[in-house]
């Protein structure tokens, strides 16, 4: 299937893997269908360049009726839609999306199906959720259309549930009480190449019918998971065996100290009792992409921004001052482990007035309220080692990517659209971000701190009286173009 003639349906394209293998697919010269159940979630923006090459529709699969009729000229189809983490039965769900998506598919020229599933060892007795993903691969090969299945076991990637798990655990807790599942066997694989093999096998029609383990260079427990993690980020973390915790209060515990919500908790540690190890190398025949170890998966996972399209070097790129404006509307500030101050006031000045107010920030200007506080800030900074304010920017009104500002470096600068975002390089325990976006009649004012481990947090706590009084004065002075 030649790649320069394919036509792509593209399930789950506002999920986790969706939004990053689509840029991956379009960069190729694919032409996509896009299905989303909300277009107001997809950010759209992001891939203006494409242009026609990209179709954006709306469709729920548990809802047939609710589909749209897919183009007669569709080559290849991928299914990434699960429902891990919802209440309910969930294999049921799974399979009336399954069923629905094939019949969907019917009347369509669509010669290959592609799915990312669950490492599986079919020998052994499987938990609901492993069973429901081998289902689906049933479901699937029996819509008629060859199947290509890739069974993946943790993905490593900012955003992936399993990872945010391991990322929230290490963070907040530096005594682990660890239940016998730690010690089960996984093998990880990190996002980039599991978009390497999505869209490696397309071009490789000898895959078609065929399913594939895909994992990492190695086999770890999942307590190597949450010890590595804890390696990458500086953190000391200690580990305590304990004998007596059910899946029922794993779940609970999980609940508890993470982010997740409790039907995911329960399906994931219910998961956790199997080990999701490749059990052959076929599909290093056809594709065999270097493979990103875990603790060097884990430092791209936690690069200083949450990023779809921007290339892994997209730091040193800001540096050298060569950032493509094309990447600027990627480059987000994570949103998984933070913890954030926002502040939403209407603009009182023109939208020009105020772009100059906050493009003309820090340096000798100063900052817009308790200036005295940025100073102490500045020579706290200072006595740590630090930078502080002393390097103060490269021109009063003119900002770029790249540019240093006081103790910050500038990742954003488009004024055009009113996007300001600045990376702390203070002495910190942890990572901070500040950014501003007018939009509407509106400034958003968004600070994000990233902390690094108790001490972190600890250091959030301490400054949050000095927030609550700086950072709604700031926004509403900006607001005024002042």
Not at 36 to 64: T, W
Not at 281 to 291: G, K, W, Y
Request: with cysteine; charged share 20%.
């Amino acid at each position: 299937m030649p790649s320069s003639a394919v036509h792509l349906l593209l399930t789950g394209a506002n999920g986790y893997i969706g939004l990053r293998l689509l840029p991956a697919l379009l960069d190729a010269g694919h032409r996509v269908t896009a299905v989303v159940r909300d277009r107001r979630r997809f950010p759209q923006g992001d891939f203006a360049a494409a242009g026609e090459r990209l179709r954006v529709v709306e469709g729920d699969f548990l809802k047939p009726d609710s589909l749209p009729a897919f183009p007669a000229d569709l080559d290849a189809a991928y299914y990434l839609l699960h429902s891990m983490g919802s209440a309910g039965d969930f294999a049921a769900s799974e399979e009336a999306t399954a069923t629905n998506f094939t019949a969907a598919l019917k009347g369509t020229g669509c010669r290959r199906v592609i799915y990312l599933g669950g490492l599986v060892d079919e020998s052994r007795p499987l938990s609901p959720h492993l069973q429901s993903r081998l289902h689906v691969e049933n479901v699937l090969r029996g819509g008629g259309i060859p199947l290509t299945v890739l069974r993946a076991s943790i993905i490593v990637g900012s955003g992936s549930a399993s990872f945010e798990i391991v990322r929230d655990l290490a963070e907040k807790l530096p005594v682990m009480v660890c239940p016998r599942w730690v010690n089960t066997r996984c093998q990880p694989i990190a996002i980039r190449n599991v978009i390497d093999y999505l869209t490696g096998v397309l071009d490789r029609p000898q895959t078609a019918g065929r399913t594939f383990d895909i994992g990492g260079p190695e086999v770890l427990r999942y307590r190597d998971l949450l010890e590595g993690y804890a390696a990458v980020r500086g953190l000391k973390r200690w580990f305590v065996p304990v004998p007596f915790l059910s899946p029922k209060l794993s779940s609970w515990w999980l609940y508890l100290m993470t982010s997740t919500s409790f039907p995911l908790a329960r399906t994931l540690v219910n998961s956790m009792k199997n080990e999701t190890v490749c059990h052959d190398q076929a599909i290093r025949e056809f594709l065999a992409p270097p493979l990103l170890g875990y603790r060097e998966a884990v430092d791209k996972a936690l690069a200083r921004i949450a990023q779809n399209r921007v290339p892994s070097s997209w730091f040193d790129a800001l540096n050298a001052g060569s950032l493509d404006p094309r990447f600027v509307d990627a480059i987000k500030v994570p949103e998984h482990g933070v913890l954030h101050d926002q502040q939403r006031v209407p603009l009182a000045a023109p939208r020009a007035a105020v772009l100059d107010a906050v493009w003309s920030l820090g340096g000798q200007r100063g900052w817009p309220a308790m200036k005295w506080a940025w100073r102490l800030r500045g020579r706290i900074d200072r006595l740590a080692g630090g930078a502080g304010l002393r390097r103060g920017r490269r021109h009063p009104t003119d900002l770029r990517p790249g540019d240093a500002l006081d103790f910050w470096r500038v990742l954003v600068a488009d004024r055009e659209r009113g996007r300001l975002m600045l990376y702390a390089e203070m002495k910190l325990p942890g990572e901070a971000w500040l950014e501003f976006e007018i939009e509407g009649g509106f400034l958003r004012q968004t600070a994000t701190f990233r902390p690094q481990g108790l001490l972190g947090r600890a250091y959030w706590y301490s400054v949050l009286p000095f927030h609550w009084l700086l950072f709604p004065r700031m926004a509403q002075r900006l607001a005024e173009g002042g």
